[in-house]
């Protein structure tokens, strides 16, 4: 039996893209005492590859926003291959958005919001939502557009 | 009753802007365990206005000092509005400090001791300090100049 | 007596720079709970000085391997001068690696792999593997070419 929480999510219909395997020295997650803290993902499409570009020059706010949401999923399926069921989460904890923006891009919390509402969709308004920076980079590994660190709290 | 950390802040007579609402989809601050972590702030000004503009081109290395104070008093705002008293918080744990700076600018820590000092007036010179990074973003939001994101061990 | 992890550490051999003062208003490292939060660290030499420079313009992605390896062998100066033996980390959980990159740098990965590398030369390729985000800065302090902040779990 799944959690509503888990049964929620399977109704969504999202298309999760494949968990991606570590691209260097590092855990995808790791739990330490009650938190699973998520390494930086970027956006992982069905097919296995990444998006890439630079927001304020290549993507436009609104783009970046959706790759946002691509990299939540791709988080999705770094925590499904670890618990199995999202209701083993009791709430996102930390969400650290990074964007690979020009030097005059303002929008990088509309960005962010990409991935935090995903997160509100399959959490809810209160445990889905934690503290969050969002911020510009100066460049992301592979030229992604967009990467996120996030720390959850486990039920 | 205040506590005497409290009571020494109010001596101080520090002009605290109104507590910023989140820009986004996220908590301005949230208790985890015995930590109480703060989300990414701006400076935010008394009139509720944002303080912009890039360090080593807008501002130099001391007015970026003193926008990073000004983001520890809007922190200060958050902490007041969630906690009521500054003495319920043991210590500072960590703070990252993200500066808007130009890709030649070499003083973040000069930059973020602005934020750092303040904390050291309220908590005193041990658990005023804690753990940080000082770092330059290629932006921030809104072209703030700093943003710092806070944890706090709580009493 | 020491550890078998220290034991292991000195049959290394490695050339441990001296642990730097804080370049500003923070602590090297400090406990929170079972863990130990680590400041972000720069690549100090044996003599003290810091290496300097931008990867991606002056230096290449293995070079910058090699400052990231440097920045590794500092935390570990600054972890030697807080515990004395490394035996007492049970496991690495947390390194956020960031590049000082020219922006169109893509290899983040790899240069942030020099550190997480002699992680596990210590800790072995489990507990010396933790989560991890390594990224490009807009710039970095004293134009040093990597920064690492970690967390390790204490035993």
Redesign the interface.
Same mark, same amino acid.
């Given at each position: 039996m799944s959690s509503p929480v888990h049964d929620r999510f399977l109704s969504l219909g999202l298309v999760i893209p494949p968990a991606p395997p570590p691209? /260097?020295?590092?855990? @995808?997650?790791?739990q330490? !005492? /009650?938190?699973l803290?998520? &390494? /930086?993902h970027g956006p992982v499409l069905p097919d296995g590859t990444l998006m890439v570009g630079?927001v304020g020059r290549d993507l436009d706010a609104d783009a970046g926003k959706l790759v946002a949401r691509q990299v939540g999923l791709t988080i999705l399926a770094t925590l499904l291959g670890h618990l199995g069921d999202l209701g083993r989460i009791r709430r996102v904890?930390? +969400?650290?958005g990074?964007?690979?923006?020009? *030097? *005059?891009?303002?929008?990088? @919390?509309?960005v962010?919001?990409g991935c &935090? $509402?995903l997160f509100?969709e399959i959490w809810g308004p209160d445990a889905g939502?934690?503290?969050? &920076?969002? +911020?510009?980079?100066? &460049?992301? @590994? !592979?030229?992604i557009p967009v $990467?996120i660190?996030a720390s959850f709290?486990l039920a």
């Open positions: 691209a /260097g020295v590092y855990k @995808p997650c790791l330490v !005492g /009650g938190l803290h998520v &390494s /930086g630079r904890t930390r +969400v650290l990074m964007v690979n923006a020009t *030097d *005059d891009f303002l929008r990088h @919390p509309h962010i919001n &935090s $509402e509100v939502v934690g503290v969050r &920076s969002a +911020v510009g980079m100066g &460049s992301l @590994p !592979g030229n $990467e660190e709290e």
